[in-house]
């Protein structure tokens, strides 16, 4: 968490195998291998300058103990969050690794944050009747469920209108993402989950542009949640440089 806070880019996975020859007779020669894996500690370089930094503590309005209270609250849920979000911005390399680590954790937040009183009760008695399915003791019954059941008029609100109201917070602390981001990432959703498109080189930079939105907004609302006033990051674009474009003063 701390290195989150700080924007201190951990070091890559490192998975290196040594061998030493070893001579059993005279016709037969075998390497032993010893694995090393590396990565699981920080990067052993220089820490970002103070103005590279997300946060430091005492800045944006809030100290360790209210950020340490609020993780503590919602421990799993934060480790979940920053888990993908560093993911993204700092192992996954191609594309749609970015893309399909990144949506799964967003929606489930943005369900549990932006979805109103009676569509929250719908989302909890469907996940209660299907958990009840799969658990019958006879399988033929989940079997059943899955083949013929299927939900109609449903109460439960899109990925797209979820996102509209989590950007509506984020506009009004000086953060612009634009009207179409929300359809545009729900239309990438269903195309990447249930077809494999075509896609030229204005549909890379689009995506690309998608993918940057969907993990901005989960980095954002985290810190949100961790109890940061955003306003302040819209002065600050050197620890959030990839972002700058959602930024109102940095991509003016």
Not at 56 to 79: E, P, Q
Not at 101 to 126: A, D, T
Not at 157 to 166: E, G, Q, V
């Amino acid at each position: 968490m701390f290195g989150f806070l700080a924007g201190y880019r951990p070091k890559c996975p490192d998975f290196t195998v040594w061998t030493d020859a070893l001579e059993c007779d005279d016709s037969q020669t075998f390497d032993s291998g010893e694995l090393s894996i590396g990565g699981l500690r920080w990067k052993h370089n220089k820490f970002p300058h103070p103005i590279e930094r997300i946060h430091i503590c005492g800045r944006h309005g809030v100290t360790l103990k209210i950020v340490l209270t609020a993780f503590a609250a919602n421990r799993s849920d934060f480790v979940t969050r920053i888990a993908a979000v560093e993911d993204v911005r700092y192992f996954s390399r191609m594309l749609n690794e970015k893309f399909a680590r990144v949506i799964p954790v967003l929606e489930e937040y943005l369900k549990s944050q932006f979805s109103e009183g009676e569509e929250q009760n719908y989302l909890s008695k469907k996940d209660n009747f299907f958990d009840w399915i799969d658990q019958s003791p006879d399988p033929d019954i989940a079997e059943f469920a899955r083949k013929h059941i299927e939900l109609k008029d449903k109460k439960s609100p899109s990925l797209s209108t979820l996102i509209s109201r989590s950007i509506h917070p984020l506009e009004s602390a000086g953060f612009r993402f634009g009207k179409s981001i929300p359809k545009l990432i729900q239309k990438r959703r269903g195309a990447m989950f249930h077809s494999m498109p075509e896609l030229d080189d204005k549909d890379v930079r689009s995506w690309l542009v998608e993918t940057q939105a969907a993990n901005a907004l989960l980095l954002f609302h985290t810190l949100k949640d961790l109890g940061l006033l955003l306003v302040s990051f819209c002065e600050n674009v050197h620890a959030l440089y990839e972002y700058a474009v959602f930024l109102k003063k940095g991509g003016a």
